[in-house]
């Protein structure tokens, strides 16, 4: 219990855990007096006459986004983010009654927090437009005062954390916001604010997860934290470096930044995976410190944690300097490989025997590889040590303080070349011409996220190849009746490679998960084969870079794969798969991929199939990229080769 | 023959699927801390105990961190020190094995030291890190026993207003 306490006044103490709710939505009856009832009346008038309800910065505190068919709608969906009984899809009603809430007297209940109080903003803005706040009962909003100067803001920092593969969640990386204290340093810059919008799951089972997560079935929140959580949980537990780029507000631009985090506080969104996720809601709340940008807009049909920064990179003068924070991976390797051979071997040895460093090497030798073993506990067990590893870690911290301080490496200085704000689009669209047997073939595709693994690897991890929900399309020109036919091709609903070299003593399986629907032209060899099967494909096996060649790594699956059409004898078929292959990226943006895969069909009496593919990919810059392949089914003797060209954005 | 590898590869299968969060990831939508959500079950009970209903009472003095519900800014003081050394227990005894270190340094700002005399708190402990870290060391233990030390040394206890 003692520990969860704790962990639980960590986030009070932050404060704004929890930010105020309240009760009731509506505005209880007024029981001012009537000459503050006149002051009212005439305010809202002069309110509807100025067409505040229509300005650009009320739309955006309410966050209402014009709908199809004319009028607005709020993307908030907490009742008590509105006065209004309408307040979510009427602007005018809002503004009225936030204007009425304002000028409340002592009406309101003692659970809940008056209206000036909870919008601050709102309150800030309509004095600046109708200069009434001196006509306003005086309210104690002490609760909100205290926060604030508590948290004692003086700059801000957008963060991204690189991409996660072991939690569906963070497939494609995460943004938050760090609050920086006016009194922040280097050395107490931990104690920051992390300031996170995410859902929060009623769910664990992946499929539900999955089609709420796409549906807004979860409801979306703003929560703060003491940013040393948010360092433990992503660069320490997950291995995700972080990227802190400074935002370049001024004070005013701040101050709204902070009131209207507030008001949100009191209120969620549902949270939509692919649009409207942390990444978009971040970019909204920009939009109201920073009135004069225009960000949300941009993003229409899936929007990306690392599109956050790009999109501030891009069109705003927002972004200013960047800190690289190495997750415990990183700064592992970073050690592991500024070491001498003699080094690394000390190291090897030492956690495969669970020993100690020779005493022969000097002080500072021993120094560094104490630290750097260290390093690799804490990155292998980063939330729990235990047995054997946890009593040698102990033998080591209790050794490495008896030899004093010692200049070894830092990490922390450590600036990586490749930012990945300077990566390729996050989305792409393909078209590639070819010929299967001696059919041409013309093919078209659209992929909302994110890369395969031959893409150029700038500014992403070359190991790692991420897609969801892509679809392509084919025409093909009948030899018969010279028709053209388009029809669908493939689906990709999912499909990862995680590949991890088996190297610096880091031994991890390589994974794959394919999940989709595909035509059976390629494997039947009809080019107007209308027919298609459902596939479900997953397994692990090794991977390794070659030390010669670093940029080449040789990796080889053992998966399982289900078939599902009704083309098949049973409707279905089953196979493990050996897959075979080989990523090399030859020069900078240009890589080489070569894989084999065999599958061999049990229980059902379908024959194996074999498929040889080798795909050559050149990055030209953010937005384009040239391919070109060869595929070839050996059983059957199908062959196709092809060309084309990506457009990423 | 075939059907044992059918089998195989069915549990393969299976398995591939299992929810990749039951090892106790927050599964939150774009990574969430997994503190709150995942990896502690019943913390989230905790959270939700506490937060559910209203803050007339005591319950929003603590989260604003003001003084109205007693105590004032020393006691709140004493308890982030505490919060924060049982969220780094494992980062800061690295950091005490050398010496220095980032989570070391705000631990030191935590306890009110100047960023002067961070290093003299990182000589003091590495000094005494076994006197610190015995086989029964709790976070509050090792939070108590860093303070004393730095009470009896002469730098530290000028600079650090906090101990």
Redesign the interface.
């Known amino acids: 219990m003692y520990p969860r306490t704790l962990l639980l006044i960590a986030m009070f103490l932050w404060s704004g855990i929890i930010f105020p709710q309240a009760t009731e939505n509506s505005v209880p009856a007024s029981s001012s007096s009537s000459s503050e009832n006149s002051h009212l009346v005439q305010i809202q008038k002069i309110a509807i006459e100025k067409k505040l309800h229509l300005k650009q910065y009320w739309l955006r505190l309410g966050h209402y986004k014009k709908r199809w068919l004319g009028g607005y709608k709020s993307e908030a969906d907490g009742g008590l983010f509105f006065l209004a009984r309408e307040g979510k899809v009427d602007p005018q009603q809002e503004l009225i009654a936030t204007l009425q809430g304002f000028f409340l007297g002592d009406a309101i209940h003692p659970t809940e927090m008056h209206p000036q109080c909870r919008f601050p903003e709102r309150l800030r803005w309509l004095d600046v437009e109708l200069k009434f706040k001196h006509l306003l009962p005086e309210v104690d909003c002490s609760r909100f005062e205290n926060w604030k100067s508590e948290s004692n803001i003086g700059s801000a920092q957008i963060v991204f954390a690189s991409y996660y593969l072991n939690n569906p969640a963070s497939l494609f990386g995460h943004t938050f916001l760090k609050l920086v204290r006016r009194n922040s340093n280097v050395n107490n810059d931990l104690l920051n604010h992390g300031v996170n919008y995410a859902a929060n799951p009623t769910t664990l089972n992946p499929l539900f997860y999955a089609i709420l997560g796409l549906s807004g079935g979860f409801p979306g929140t703003y929560t703060m934290f003491p940013y040393y959580l948010k360092v433990n949980e992503y660069a320490d537990f997950e291995s995700r470096d972080l990227w802190e780029y400074s935002l370049k507000l001024n004070e005013e631009q701040l101050d709204r930044l902070v009131n209207h985090l507030w008001e949100l506080g009191s209120t969620h969104f549902d949270y939509f995976y692919f649009n409207e996720n942390c990444s978009y809601q971040i970019l909204t709340l920009l939009e109201v410190a920073v009135p004069e940008v225009d960000l949300s807009s941009r993003l229409i049909y899936v929007v990306q944690p690392i599109d956050t920064v790009k999109i501030l990179k891009e069109n705003t003068t927002l972004l200013g300097e960047v800190k690289f924070r190495p997750s415990q991976l990183t700064e592992y390797l970073l050690k592991y490989r500024n070491m001498s051979e003699l080094g690394q071997d000390e190291v090897s040895r030492a956690i495969s025997e669970k020993s100690l460093p020779a005493d022969s090497l000097s002080v500072e030798e021993r120094a560094e590889i104490f630290e750097t073993i260290l390093d690799f506990y804490d990155y292998k067990y980063g939330r729990e040590i235990k047995d054997e590893a946890k009593t040698h870690k102990n033998l080591l911290l209790k050794e490495r303080a008896k030899l004093g301080k010692m200049q070894t490496y830092n990490a922390s200085e450590f600036i990586p070349q490749e930012q990945a704000v300077d990566g390729h689009e996050t989305s792409q669209f393909r078209i590639r011409s070819g010929v299967l047997n001696s059919f041409p073939v013309f093919e078209l595709t659209w992929r909302p996220a994110m890369r395969e693994l031959i893409d150029d690897p700038f500014g992403y991890s070359p190991y790692l190849q991420m897609l969801m929900m892509g679809f392509t399309g084919r025409l093909y020109r009948d030899s018969d009746n010279e028709k053209l036919h388009f029809i669908f091709h493939d689906w990709e609903i999912i499909s990862i490679y995680s590949m991890a070299p088996v190297q610096e003593n880091i031994v991890q399986p390589s994974w794959s998960v394919q999940i989709g629907a595909q035509n059976l032209s390629l494997e039947t060899g009809k080019s107007i084969n209308g027919r298609t099967n459902m596939y479900a494909q997953a397994g692990l096996g090794p991977s390794f870079s070659i030390p010669v060649l670093k940029e080449l790594l040789v990796y080889s699956l053992i998966q399982a794969r289900f078939d599902i059409s009704d083309s098949f004898g049973y409707g279905w078929r089953l196979a493990p798969v050996l897959t075979t292959g080989m990523i090399w990226r030859i020069f900078a943006a240009i890589s080489l991929q070569s894989q084999f895969d065999y599958r061999h069909f049990v229980i059902t009496d379908d024959l194996p199939i074999a498929i040889f593919e080798n795909k050559l990919n050149i990055g030209f810059n953010k937005s384009f990229a040239g391919e070109a392949g060869y595929r070839w089914y050996p059983n059957n003797r199908n062959q196709e080769i092809f060309a084309g060209f990506k457009y990423y954005l | 023959m075939?059907?044992i590898?059918?089998i195989?590869?069915?549990t393969?299968?299976v398995s591939?699927?299992m929810?990749?969060?039951?090892?106790g990831?927050g599964?939150?939508?774009?990574?969430?801390?997994?503190?709150?959500?995942g990896?502690?079950p019943?913390?989230m009970q905790?959270?939700a105990a506490?937060?559910n209903g209203?803050?007339?009472s005591q319950?929003?003095g603590?989260?604003?961190?003001?003084s109205?519900c007693g105590g004032g800014m020393l006691s709140?003081a004493h308890?982030?020190q505490?919060?924060?050394a049982?969220?780094?227990f494992?980062?800061l005894?690295?950091d005490?094995?050398?010496?220095?270190g980032?989570?070391l340094?705000?631990l030191?700002?935590?306890m009110g030291c100047s960023?002067e005399v961070?290093p003299r708190l990182?000589?003091v402990t590495?000094?005494n890190?076994?006197t610190i870290?015995t086989s029964d060391a709790n976070?509050e233990t090792v939070l108590m026993r860093v303070k004393s030390l730095a009470a009896t040394d002469a730098t530290l206890n000028n600079s650090c207003s906090l101990l």
Request: proline share 1%.
């Open positions: 075939k059907k590898f059918g195989i590869t069915a393969a299968l591939a699927f929810p990749i969060s039951a090892a990831y599964a939150a939508g774009c990574g969430l801390g997994s503190l709150v959500l990896s502690k019943g913390f905790v959270f506490t937060t209203t803050f007339g319950t929003f603590i989260t604003t961190g003001t109205n709140q308890t982030e505490k919060v924060y049982y969220n780094n494992d980062s005894k690295s005490m094995a050398k010496g220095e980032e989570r340094n705000n030191a700002s935590l960023s961070a990182g000589n590495q000094s890190f076994d870290y976070a």
